[in-house]
């Protein structure tokens, strides 16, 4: 039985020495170059004496910045990855809660980490990759370390604006990746193109099932999707048959055209996760590409990736919403109410999750990982801990879970509860709208729609009296060239509620 994602590079590396893994526009490494460098890496810090500890690993998106990560499991320690994407102060409060003793930097990075308030040492790649390899060691290491010990820490936006590190462990992440592989179909054929960063769990779809069967991924430039015909032509150069995307991306291609333009030709293979795929954008994509196969992925960072799966094969009506679907091998789903209780068939519970994948909890936040990573309630005979999502869902006639809402998306105005996806949902629907967000300004007591495309606020307000009921409909529209994303290309709600509240200001004092 396999017990360490090392041996996912292993047997891949004896397959396929020469066959590259990982490029990027400036870099290509094959697999074999790629296990020279981690193994140097885990040298190095095997010599550091450095075991069971987390290693910041802050370096420009790249194969190396992969390499590193890979080299820090063979010293039998865990990576934590930042980037210069991050804001200054996210970074500051991931230092402080992680508190460890190294940092990996590249040429690009280190000017920046020495500014950081690290009290730990600064090591340079380029230092670490020359370290001759001391196999002997690395298999010594090998030995002591379980299929419970961590692999990685990703860190979430917490509520209160302090992020939240996510402990991945070799089990889970072994489990996620052989359950999601065998649904896709993956094998040594599958080329990735790379959207997400790599500082976010949902980039280890492409990353570990490159490892797995050999496959290749491509880094796909950021700047790429803001030209979606450009982007697009990538694909096609780089013979791209495989994504694993946000939905914001694949919308960005869609909701403009591209497909009148260039179309991919050689992708076999789309899934999309984070936020809801819109019913109008996802046919343009089925229509225009009907021999692709379409998958509709769900799973919080909490539970190491993905946990649901719903292979997409078909056009959606306008009313409808694309299922998360069933879950995986080895995963069970709840729906509970408030007194934890599973809800009756049809009716919308809590979606909490039991299985392998659920991660050790939030690093250094033993309160917070207690209010959420909790004892099963069907269970009261022994340990058995499930987690709890905060996202509300259903099981349609089919047994297929359709998502409803975040527990904290559902507000009270006006004496209604009112889901605010309701109102995205037929927003979407309008023709002449490319795309929209609706977040609820608490201060103001207002409901705010954000929305691109060219119809005209007024329009569109005419056009929302007519399909929503009187109370859901928006105190205010901002037509926007388009939607604020956070880092993780999912709708920035807290961006939207600020940039709502500075007009509100402006607009005051203009009075």
């Given at each position: 039985m396999q017990t360490n994602i090392l041996?996912?590079?292993?047997?891949?590396?004896k397959r396929f020495p020469e066959k590259t893994a990982f490029a990027d526009s400036d870099v290509a490494l094959s697999f074999q170059e790629f296990t020279d460098?981690?193994?140097?890496?885990?040298?190095?810090?095997?010599?550091?004496?450095?075991?069971?500890?987390p290693v910041i690993v802050y370096m420009k998106k790249s194969p190396e910045f992969l390499a590193a990560f890979f080299g820090v499991v063979y010293s039998g320690c865990f990576y934590i990855p930042i980037d210069d994407e991050m804001p200054r102060r996210r970074i500051e409060l991931i230092l402080e809660n992680a508190k460890a003793e190294y940092m990996i930097c590249d040429?690009?990075?280190?000017?920046?980490?020495?500014?950081?308030?690290?009290?730990?040492?600064i090591v340079l790649y380029d230092d670490c990759v020359t370290t001759a390899i001391e196999e002997t060691r690395l298999e010594e290491i090998r030995e002591k370390v379980l299929d419970i010990d961590p692999v990685c820490v990703f860190y979430t936006s917490g509520s209160t604006g302090v992020p939240k590190g996510v402990v991945g462990c070799h089990r889970g992440i072994i489990d996620y990746i052989d359950q999601l592989s065998e649904v896709l179909g993956f094998d040594e054929t599958n080329v990735f193109a790379n959207q997400t960063p790599l500082y976010w769990d949902a980039s280890m779809k492409e990353i570990y099932a490159t490892l797995k069967y050999g496959a290749t991924t491509y880094l796909v430039p950021k700047e790429l999707f803001m030209f979606p015909v450009q982007l697009v032509e990538y694909l096609n150069e780089n013979k791209i048959n495989t994504v694993c995307w946000v939905v914001s991306a694949l919308t960005m291609i869609s909701a403009f055209g591209t497909f009148d333009t260039i179309k991919p030709q050689y992708l076999k293979t789309v899934t999309f996760c984070g936020e809801v795929f819109p019913v109008k954008q996802f046919n343009i994509w089925k229509k225009e590409l009907p021999e692709v196969d379409f998958f509709n992925l769900y799973g919080p960072t909490e539970t190491t990736g993905v946990s649901t799966y719903y292979h997409a094969d078909r056009l959606f009506e306008e009313n409808e919403s694309i299922p998360i679907g069933k879950a995986f091998k080895?995963?069970?789903?709840?729906?509970?109410?408030?007194?934890?209780?599973?809800v009756p068939d049809g009716e919308t519970g809590e979606i909490c999750i039991r299985g392998s994948g659920v991660t050790l909890g939030y690093y250094g936040a033993m309160e917070k990982t207690e209010e959420v990573f909790v004892q099963n309630p069907q269970n009261p005979f022994y340990f058995d801990r499930i987690y709890r999502t905060g996202d509300m869902a259903f099981r349609d006639s089919e047994g297929n879970l359709v998502f409803a809402s975040r527990k904290d998306h559902q507000i009270k105005h006006m004496g209604h509860r009112i889901e605010l996806g309701e109102i995205e949902a037929d927003v979407d629907c309008v023709e002449g709208v490319r795309g929209c967000c609706c977040v609820y300004v608490k201060e103001k007591e207002k409901i705010v729609?954000?929305?691109?495309?060219?119809?005209?606020?007024?329009?569109?307000?005419?056009?929302?009296?007519?399909?929503?009921?009187?109370?859901?409909l928006p105190n205010a529209i901002m037509k926007v060239e388009q939607i604020p994303l956070t880092l993780n290309g999912k709708r920035d709600r807290i961006k939207m509620q600020q940039m709502y509240l500075e007009q509100a200001s402006r607009g005051k004092r203009r009075k």
């Open positions: 041996e996912y590079l292993e047997k891949t590396v460098r981690a193994k140097s890496i885990g040298t190095y810090f095997a010599q550091k004496k450095c075991f069971r500890a040429a690009g990075t280190r000017e920046a980490a020495e500014k950081f308030d690290f009290s730990g040492s080895n995963t069970e789903i709840f729906l509970l109410d408030k007194e934890g209780k599973e729609l954000f929305y691109v495309g060219e119809m005209e606020k007024k329009e569109l307000t005419t056009e929302l009296k007519e399909r929503l009921p009187r109370y859901m």
